[in-house]
Nanobody
Framework: QVQLVESGGGLVQPGGSLRLSCAGT????????MGWYRQAPGKQRELVAT???????TYAESVKGRFTISRDNAKNAVYLQMNSVKPEDTAVYYC????????????WGQGTQVTVSS
């Protein structure tokens, strides 16, 4: 059974930094594109950043230059370094793993709350 578990959320002041982690079990995550999504109250879930198995990254325009996604295949982990956070970054952040090519599967973690407030 594939599981993704996020950690690292919490309360941070505007302009501060936070690092989210996502640990995966149950499959070989080197065959998956990994991503972070977020959902704010009353809004739809949106893409924050993704990283493919070949470490190609994409970012939402709203986080470019502030957030960095990375992965450690040896640890089956993906990270999101969040710098210069803003109140509008407040949301529940979800980890996602999507199989590439012939590999099936689309998995989600349970989410971790990030609140940016002074």
């Amino acid at each position: 059974q594939v599981q993704l578990v996020e950690s690292g959320g919490g309360l941070v002041q505007p302009g501060g930094s936070l690092r989210l982690s996502c640990a995966g079990t149950g499959t070989i995550f080197t065959l998956y594109a990994m991503g972070w999504y977020r959902q704010a109250p009353g809004k739809q879930r949106e893409l924050v950043a993704t990283i493919t198995s070949r470490t190609t990254t994409t970012y939402a325009e709203s986080v470019k230059g502030r957030f960095t996604i990375s992965r450690d295949n040896a640890k089956n982990a993906v990270y999101l370094q969040m710098n210069s956070v803003k109140p509008e970054d407040t949301a529940v952040y979800y980890c996602n793993a999507k199989g590439e090519g012939w590999v099936g599967g689309d998995y989600w973690g349970q989410g971790t709350q990030v609140t940016v407030s002074s």
